[in-house]
């Protein structure tokens, strides 16, 4: 008997019959005596139809306080008819939206943090052998005007709520079986890890990998729960995200991971003088832009090329900024290139052992991927290559570092 | 410069182009300097679907307060659309769910009735020149949880934030032009009244008129809010309800209504001893029916008939308890009719007028009507007779007491 956070997204209560389906998985987790509380996301596509609507009537930028206040009702209509389907099945059920269960945010509507969760609410729901059935994706603020908190805010809802409740297990319901070494589209040979730490989690769904969202894993990390990512269609077992002591395999590299969502600019022969790199970057703060690797050349005869990536939706705005820049700095030019992947290992393994990267370096010269830029910390290795050669170079690094004959690190003792 | 209330029903905001009419007719008011609070329903048949969606998954008897959760979701778009579409004409506006405009109900799921209403959120929005637009329906319970008023509940909410405003008028905005002497899909020759008062138009509403809800009449009446009944399609005046004293015309007979919603049902050879009534109407009452006329013929014998009406959609239910009580009671025998009509005439007028109800007779008898029932009270008059004559009926008295040459009362004086 425990007490058990479940998560299911928009496709896991796409219809009626889905609904019913999970309503199913709920009773039987809720019959052998577990205390359940389920947290839903909209029905699949009711969240991308309310905002069309809303730009459709408030224009490209609507008012985002009225965006929270129309698009909380597709996760309100969700809860309600899966709290209807379980006591359809005989369990008793009561639905909560944001509010109810206690979810506190800030008031950046669209994108609220969770500043607080009062669950004594819910526990007494629990206490009682009922299923709270919970709004994912949305709180309130201090004056009670609906928040919600951003795509895949589900996640951490139902994180923030099992946090709250000390629950033994937050499991997250999905359409893959849980998270693998890398994405089964591009390497047939990916396999279903058994257990991940929250670390290389985090680095992984950073770099790409979809299947959790990162803002949950940091808080279930922080908060030290249970993750549990698995199959809302079958009954196995799925991926534990736990703590890096809970991780017994040890794998050298756990995944290989690629982003093909960013773009890159340089700019040339930049001044090498302190401030210099406060005047690029302060405007696309400013601007909201967020940068994610930033490599500096060393410097030769007094200047330096500084090269970042962007999200590529930001490219154009980012570009543009810079180039206002640019004259002011004193730079030989600006280019850019959104035709660029970033490709990465993950793996606590790393830490210990020497020569990841360069073996790194190596498979990927000898299926003739030219490096652009690197960028590391203590447990991943990225590099921005030719979006071309995305595909060919997961499957390398997958074969090197995680299929059967992979290289064995070279141990440092 | 006032505070007005406006009141929009699903079919005026049924989608995104009658949403974008709406906005502008709200703030072409707002335009001239009036305070605006605009309450609206669902989008014309998102209620029903609802509904239809909780009772596939529900069964047919859904959990009233998940019923609830789901059906508000409605509301709740329709004022978050309705507030982007005022803001995309330039004008400031702020939506507002039942629960946060500060309408609290009692716990009576999906039939509530309003506990109180706490403006000044509201008050201080509209001080700021900002317009409110707030979910009609709803409301939530002591203990936060949404509740519902049942259909039509809109008018009533629109009434009960005009009352706790103090708004100088509470417009309720429909797809006709008013409140009529009559259906003008029966009497091609009914007409728009300019004015009725609160106690005509309460009868009228529970006598077959559907332009108003009853509750909302009621409580417009007892805290004295003008309410202005007009087409949100075209900007002519429609008609006012205010009180009594208020209704210049003096008109002898306001309207003649209809009902084909209920049924009878006669007990015949009642034994005419006190205790009866009790034995016959308790269970009735236990079982949730509302009784509308109770007729007993005067005693032959020591024993009596009694007759009375019930919603046609009670009527099996009805004739069930019934027939199982007369046993008991020592009555000779149950029967009943569904094929009933009631047809009634409405007026300030009569009150002081002697044989409104025989001229009444008169007419019916003169155009072959038999009378099977009959209910009076101070304002109305109301008869019962067979359905296949319900147009035909309310035809002959139209004219007879609302048309050109019509009878004039006969005066005591």
């Known amino acids: 008997m425990a007490l058990i956070v479940q998560k299911y997204g928009g496709t896991s209560v796409g219809d009626l019959d889905c609904i019913r389906n999970v309503a199913q998985r709920v009773v039987s987790s809720a019959a052998v005596g577990n205390q359940v509380a389920v947290v839903v996301s909209a029905m699949a596509g009711e969240t991308d139809q309310l905002v069309s609507w809303a730009r459709e009537i408030g224009g490209e930028q609507p008012d985002p306080r009225e965006v929270d206040m129309l698009v909380s009702t597709g996760e309100q209509k969700t809860i309600a008819l899966l709290a209807l389907a379980i006591r359809q099945l005989g369990h008793s059920a009561r639905s909560f939206t944001g509010g109810q269960m206690g979810i506190r945010t800030d008031t950046a509507h669209t994108r609220a943090r969770i500043a607080s969760v009062d669950a004594e609410r819910l526990q007494a729901v629990?206490?009682?052998g009922t299923v709270a059935v919970l709004a994912g994706f949305q709180g309130i603020d201090d004056e009670g005007n609906i928040t919600t908190l951003g795509r895949g805010g589900s996640d951490t809802s139902a994180v923030a709520v099992a946090a709250?409740?000390?629950?033994?297990i937050c499991e997250i319901y999905t359409d893959v079986e849980g998270v693998y070494t890398s994405d089964p589209r591009v390497v047939p040979r990916a396999r279903k890890l058994d257990r991940?730490?929250?670390?290389?989690?985090?680095?992984?769904a950073s770099l790409g990998a979809k299947v959790l969202q990162i803002r949950s894993v940091r808080f279930a990390m922080r908060h030290g729960v249970p993750l549990h990512v698995r199959s809302s269609f079958i009954p196995d077992e799925g991926t534990w995200v736990v703590p890096e002591e809970g991780v017994m395999e040890g794998l050298?590299?756990?995944?290989?991971?690629?982003?093909?969502?960013?773009?890159?600019?340089?700019?040339?022969?930049?001044?090498?003088?302190p401030g210099i790199a406060a005047r690029i970057f302060a405007p696309l703060s400013e601007a909201e832009i967020v940068v994610d690797m930033i490599i500096q050349n060393l410097s030769q005869d007094g200047t330096t090329d500084i090269t970042f990536t962007v999200a590529r939706d930001d490219y154009r705005r980012a570009l543009a900024i810079v180039e206002a820049e640019c004259a002011a700095i004193g730079a030989a030019g600006v280019d850019g290139d959104q035709s660029i992947a970033k490709v990465s290992i993950v793996g606590l393994g790393m830490k210990d052992h020497a020569g990841v990267a360069s073996r790194m370096f190596q498979v990927l010269a000898e299926h003739g991927v030219n490096i652009q830029l690197i960028s590391t910390s203590e447990i991943k290795v990225s590099v921005?290559?030719?979006?071309?050669?995305?595909e060919s170079a997961v499957r390398a690094l997958h074969a090197a570092f995680l299929e059967a004959g992979a290289d064995e690190p070279r141990s440092e003792a």
Chains 1, 2 share one sequence.
């Open 196 to 204: 991940i730490s929250y670390d290389e989690m985090i680095e992984m």
């Open 252 to 273: 050298f590299v756990s995944g290989v991971t690629y982003n093909r969502d960013e773009a890159k600019i340089r700019l040339r022969g930049v001044k090498d003088h």
């Open 126 to 128: 629990l206490d009682r």
């Open 384 to 390: 921005v290559i030719e979006e071309s050669h995305t």
């Open 164 to 168: 709250a409740l000390g629950a033994d």
